[in-house]
């Protein structure tokens, strides 16, 4: 969204002032097209790269702007949450060593950052997709950053939507919930490439992009987990589009699309047609202080800043979003690839970053014109798909089928090369990344495997919180490594966390996986669970899956030989049910259940039943 003082509008006032502004500035940029004014004879790359923040326990660490103070460079930069944080890459000339420089500062810039976050409780930086350890409870709306343009951005969507946003995603797992802030769209981390594209180029180029956005997709994949689930391959592209989805109450077209988007066509003769359909299908939401005429300043021969389109464009999410910018008072265009996440390394983002440019750069005559030889949704159907299935997707690529990885090894990778030479990048630097994304591909080893892999095996050693921060805990491990991922062996090791267990929180410890009974359950099902199961504790809940009493084995015996096919739930739980939050600690749990002579204790999160803790878990967790 820029640095404007952004601010919501409310009135007609401002809106009817707004979209003056806007639809002026599309005409100035008409105008600029026109007279081509934009910069010529250079390409810039530049990148954003957005970062986790987690504590000794490898949680989310909401402490970004002590993080921030402490780092005291302007390259960061703060995000929408406080577990979050972004550097800001300065731009440099396509050509020679770029790449390698790219490498070499971010790697620097982390470096400092990781070691300044390390002095302020221990916090650590992480590169992930999606940060393994997240939970719903970080996704309040205490954990934005308290900047007005992020509050302003959050009451505005909530506004529009009417309720609450909701999350349904289906991929090995299962996740449906929902939430109350936009914060869920934090959880996506993102290593944002900027290449500057020559006006001359820009439609063919643009068209390409999209045309490669699926098979790049799938050799960088790295979010199959969220929420302790296992999703999509690349889970961010269908979390970022729920996580502001606006269309609960909208009867109008220009909200039947959602914001994050992957488009709707190709462009045809213009960039022109972006920002048009832009505003054709999305209402303005934000404004600011606007006082630029862009046309009659364009008229007096000097560069507008199209404030309006910039804002516009900021509350809009394209995976390959078309952006106006200026370098010394010289304006260009550039494409943001906003599909790459962040992670797993250094190394293995700037080999992300170099397959795309290359391909890019590299565009053969054949893929030209594609808006009249292509079927758009073939494309699209292809970027889900790669979100979906990753390296192992099946793309229907111009005509025939092909595998993701047939499909990077025979052309893909040769294109890249091709596009790299002819933009004078250092051979060193081509062999070097290039071979990164060839081992990946040969080997299937990209950071969604690797995390996907890992996460089974160490879910059947250890709960399912136990084994998010342990995956966590490898993924800092090996990124300070900086080996590439395809170099990395699956995570098997469950000794890399040092947790003291009896100060420990019952997050880690509890079971997750709940059976309940309604209250007007037959006390015979009850039963059979408890046989079928071995356990000695149902919660029982009501229609809106409350926790209202609780049924123990003894509560069984009690009953014995009266007809539990006429006897309900109801009839025999216990009404006032001793619950503790996930915040308690195994001592306290041990504590209360010895005070109370208890045998378990529910535990309640945000007014939700999420677990459940038993003595036989205590036994085996403390000394005794």
């Known amino acids: 969204m820029g640095s404007q003082a952004v601010k919501a509008i409310e009135s007609l006032r401002e809106r009817k002032d707004f979209l003056y502004h806007l639809l002026n500035d599309v005409k100035a940029l008409e105008m600029m097209l026109a007279q081509d004014v934009f910069e010529k004879g250079i390409q810039r790359v530049g990148a954003e790269q957005e970062l986790c923040l987690v504590d000794k326990n490898f949680r989310p660490s909401c402490n970004a702007l002590e993080v921030l103070d402490k780092i005291n460079d302007p390259h960061f930069t703060t995000e929408l949450a406080l577990f979050n944080l972004e550097i800001n890459l300065d731009p440099l000339e396509l050509k020679g060593d770029c790449f390698s420089q790219i490498d070499q500062e971010l790697r620097k810039l982390i470096t400092h950052g990781d070691s300044s976050a390390n002095s302020i409780d221990d916090t650590k930086i992480i590169l992930t997709g999606i940060l393994p350890t997240l939970r719903k409870r970080d996704m309040v709306f205490k954990n934005i950053t308290p900047y007005q343009r992020y509050k302003v951005l959050n009451k505005i969507l909530k506004d529009i939507r009417g309720d609450d946003f909701m999350l349904k995603i289906k991929g090995v797992d299962e996740l449906i919930l929902n939430h109350k802030s936009i914060l869920f769209e934090a959880c996506n981390t993102s290593f944002q490439v900027h290449l500057q594209i020559p006006i001359d180029e820009m439609v063919d180029k643009y068209n390409w992009a999209q045309a490669i956005a699926g098979p790049v997709l799938s050799i960088a994949a790295n979010s199959p987990l969220l929420l302790g689930r296992e999703l999509w391959s690349e889970t961010r592209i269908a979390l970022f589009q729920q996580s502001v989805d606006l269309r609960n109450k909208s009867y109008l077209m220009r909200e039947q699309k959602p914001r994050v988007s992957f488009g709707t066509n190709w462009i045809k003769k213009s960039i022109i047609e972006l920002y048009q359909d832009d505003i054709v299908r999305y209402t303005p939401l934000l404004t600011t202080d606007l006082e630029e005429d862009a046309v009659a300043k364009l008229k007096k021969g000097e560069i507008p800043k199209l404030e309006a ?48 440019i290359g391909i890019m750069q590299g565009i053969p005559d054949k893929y030209r014109n594609l808006n009249d030889s292509t079927p758009f949704n073939e494309v699209k159907g292809n970027f889900i798909n ?167 084995k003894k509560n069984i015996i009690a009953i014995k030989g009266q007809d539990t096919n006429v006897i309900v739930a109801k009839d025999i739980m216990v009404k006032d049910v001793i619950t503790v939050d996930s915040e308690t600690s195994i001592e306290q749990a041990n504590r209360i259940m010895i005070d109370n002579s208890i045998g378990c204790l529910p535990i309640i999160e945000m007014e939700d039943l999420v677990g459940i803790l038993t003595k036989n878990d205590l036994y085996k967790l403390l000394p005794s």
């Open 386 to 552: 790669a979100a979906r299935t990753g390296i192992n997707t099946y793309f229907n690529w111009f005509g025939k089928g092909v595998s993701a990885r047939r499909l990077i090894l025979e052309e893909l990778i040769p294109i890249a090369r091709d596009g790299l030479r002819k933009s004078k990048i250092n051979e060193d630097d081509i062999n070097e990344y290039l071979t990164i994304i060839e081992k990946r591909a040969e080997s299937r080893h990209t950071g969604s495997q690797w995390l996907k892999h890992s996460n089974r095996i160490l879910k059947k050693k250890m709960t399912k919180d136990i084994a998010n921060a342990t995956l966590t805990a490898h993924l800092y491990k090996n990124q300070k490594g900086g080996k590439p991922v395809h170099e990395w062996k699956i995570a098997k090791d469950n000794h890399i966390l040092d947790l003291d267990v009896s100060l420990t929180k019952l997050e880690k410890f509890m079971t997750t996986e709940v059976f309940v009974v309604k209250e007007n359950d037959l006390v015979e099902l009850v039963t059979k669970i408890m046989e079928w199961r071995n356990i000695h504790h149902i919660p029982v809940v009501d229609d809106n899956n409350k926790l209202t009493g609780l049924i123990t």
């Open 309 to 356: 389109i910039g804002i516009h464009n900021g509350t809009i999410y394209r995976w390959n979003r078309m952006c106006y910018g200026q370098n010394n008072g010289v304006p260009h265009m550039r494409i943001e690839n906003r599909y790459i996440p962040s992670g797993p390394t250094v190394k293995d983002e700037v080999a992300n970053a170099l397959f795309w």
